[in-house]
């Protein structure tokens, strides 16, 4: 097992890993797509979805593509044939006039322009020296793109050229997106630290050490900075300074972001643990448990909360109290480990090792049916 992945599970108690040793084997395998020279995870690696307009665009295995909603059909798909040296993993982001920016396993990021159910490769970037796993960020005319190479490279959307003099660079791995505010980047790493960069230069305004692995993208709110960690600790930070606010200890390890609404912060656990938190306080409001360990972030539509467990379930909880909107949970075949989307069609949830890739969960019966097939 991969150094840094062991000492996690050393440190954690026999029932964590039980829960968590199947998403540990998930990320050393990912980490070694990079060392080996081969796209070994091309047969399971991690749907990326996007969704703007009525159009679903997904990064998977081999492909790129763009989905309508309303059909299930593809509008266009990139490459034209499966490439077993190319496999994407990170959200594609969606620009002005239909561009499409993605990264790839094989570190390099591509622009692509669809014209009809053609696509135009715009510029490629192949400076990165490691996989792209977040998703890159559109933000005005440049494209933020995070990298395994543990730098955070800045691109001009027209050209692909660096913006910045030097890309920022942090101690490890970046796994996640980074999130913009006012002019002010958030960004975590997996060198237990979380970054406030200048968004116009990269240059740090200040770090925090939490002492864990942070594997997913921080959460923001007017004035605080949220971000969980592997230790199962959920911190608020002054977005200021970066100094902590408060922290809540969960049972297990935390593997997604948090989703902020109405003062509440909503977040789950590997043990399998749903929490809402009042972000003042940091006071647990209410706290239920899933019916498996649980990756993904949760989602809120209407007046509920969605948590996506890694067996296949989808538990949908009322915000206010965390009681339970179905008799039981949504049950889907294969993995899920992926966030799930929010559309007028239901709630979009990605699996993996399944014969879907995208379902839609209806959110007032919980009522499941494929909308995305592999291609």
Known sequence: MIPFLRRIM?????????????????????????????????????PGLTISEDIAYLAYNQYVRAVDLSSGRDVWSYPPEAD????????PAVGPDGIVVIGGYNNEVLALMPNNSFVNVLWSFDEA???????PVIIDDMVLVPSADGRL???????????????????????????????????????????ALDLETGREIWQKNLSSTISD???????????????????????????????????????????????????????GTAYALDIASGKELWGEELPGSSAASPTILDDRVFFISETGEVTAFLLENGDPVWPSSANMEGRLLADSIPTDIGLLVPAMDSECVVF???????????????K
């Open 10 to 46: 050393s440190k954690a108690t026999f029932p964590l890993k039980k829960l968590f040793l199947p998403m540990i084997l998930g990320l050393s395998a990912l980490l070694l797509v990079g060392c080996s020279g081969r796209s070994i995870m091309a047969a399971s690696s991690w």
């Open 84 to 91: 077993d040296k190319i496999t994407f993993y990170a959200p």
């Open 129 to 135: 020296t490691d996989r792209i796993i977040g998703g």
């Open 153 to 195: 490279y800045a691109l001009d959307l027209e050209t692909g050229k660096p913006v910045w003099d030097k890309p920022f660079e942090a101690q490890h791995s970046l796994w996640s997106s980074p999130k913009i505010q006012d002019d002010r980047i958030y960004l975590t790493s997996l060198d237990h630290h979380i970054y």
């Open 217 to 271: 993208s921080p959460s923001l709110t007017e004035d605080l900075v949220f971000a969980g960690t592997f230790e199962g600790i959920l911190f608020a930070l002054d977005n200021s300074h970066g100094e902590i606010v408060w922290q809540f200890k969960a049972d297990g390890a935390i593997w997604g972001s948090p989703v902020i609404f109405d003062g509440v912060a909503f977040f789950a656990d590997v043990s």
């Open 360 to 374: 839609s969960v209806d959110p007032s019966t919980g009522a499941a049916r494929c909308i995305i097939e592999p």
